[in-house]
Each structure stands twice: as C-alpha cells, then as structure tokens.
C-alpha cells in the first residue's frame, strides 16, 4: 500500500501516517500505542490550528461525513475513521500533557485544544487590540470572540481568554474588569506599566 501525504479541502496536509490502516486502532503494543498516539495529538493539534478549532468532542468520532474533524478523524480512501474509545484515548493523553484541558470541568468527553500557549495567545491578543485600535477601550470577552472582522481570536472561549489577559495585566498591558455583562478587558499600550 502506498503511504503518502494528502491535501484535504480545507487545504491541510495530511501526513502520510494517516494513510495507514493501523493508525486508526489502539495498538496492543504500548509502545506501539504510545508513538501513535504521539503522532494522532500533533496532527489533531495541527488540524485544530489550521482550522481555528478549539473543542474536540468524543462525539466528533461519531458525526456522519461533513462533520468539522471529519477530514482528519475519518480516512475514506482507506475506509477508516477514529472510533471514539481511541479518540477518548487520545484526549486522555493530550491532557496528561497539559496540550488540552477537560471543559467544562468534571468530564472527559470533551476537550479544550492549547494549539497555542497562554503566553502566545497573550502576544496574540495584545496586538489585536493594537492593530484594531482598541487601546484603552473596555471589550467584552464576546466582543473579542466574535469581532466584526475575522481575527486569529475568532471563536474563542473565555477559558483560553482569560489565562491571556492574566498575563497581561501581570505585565500591565491590560486590566480585566467586572462590568454588568460579566468580565471585560481594557488593553493598554506595552509601555504602561
């Protein structure tokens, strides 16, 4: 069988690995397993990046064709897909790893992606309000998820939001602040202190 790379719709490559029939199974070999396993968080990482994806459901195993991780859980040319034990598996190993947090808390059957570290999403989302001009403007977190232009920050939940805005109010470029629709964040220039 030829194992090669493959460009999906969305325009990701695929490594070749995702062509092999194995890689879809839990491996009776630990170590065998464990490599896989090693291989499946950075291309789910790597996907979940290229697509702005944050949450990755066991469920997402599941969905029929068409699904958002449709073309990177399933194989049609091989007539494989992830079963949601691996995928639950995989999860389990992402978050022992600190590379994905359980959310909401308490559960295992969805995750929350860290493609990026909450320093980079700080770096991220200061420039952002740089760029955009919203400097010394108090935004709502919704207000920085779903901007009037699509941005790297399109989307993104309040548990990744919040880690960045800590950082940087420890280094005095933004304040979070408690207003009447719940939290909101002021931005300052990088030379506030």
Same mark, same amino acid.
């Given at each position: ?62 969905? %029929? *064709? ?6 990177? !859980?399933?194989? #049609?040319? &091989?007539?494989?897909?992830? /079963? ?66 699509? %941005? *790297? ?6 548990? !990744?939001?919040? #880690?960045? &805005?800590?950082?940087?109010? /420890? ?23």
């Amino acid at each position: 069988m030829n194992f090669s790379a493959h460009r999906t719709t969305t325009g990701f490559l695929l490594p070749s690995i995702h062509s092999a029939p194995p890689f879809y199974t839990q491996q009776p070999n630990a170590a065998t397993q464990a490599v896989f396993t090693e291989h499946w968080t950075r291309l789910l990482l790597a996907y979940a990046r290229h697509r702005g994806l944050f949450v990755l459901r066991v469920e997402d195993a599941e969905v %029929s *064709a068409g699904g958002e991780w449709d073309e990177v !859980l399933r194989n #049609p040319r &091989i007539n494989r897909r992830v /079963k949601p034990e691996l995928l639950s598996h995989i999860l389990d190993a992402m978050v022992g790893k600190s590379l994905a947090a359980y959310e909401p808390a308490g559960q295992t059957r969805a995750a929350l992606l860290h493609w990026r570290l909450p320093e980079e999403w700080a770096e991220v989302l200061h420039e952002w309000a740089t760029k955009t001009g919203q400097l010394n403007t108090i935004l709502t977190f919704y207000e920085i998820s779903d901007p009037p232009d699509p %941005s *790297a920050l399109s989307g993104i939940p309040g548990a !990744l939001l919040r #880690p960045a &805005i800590a950082i940087l109010a /420890k280094s005095g470029r933004a304040q979070l602040i408690s207003i009447s629709d719940g939290d909101g964040v002021r931005f300052f220039p990088r030379s506030a202190k």
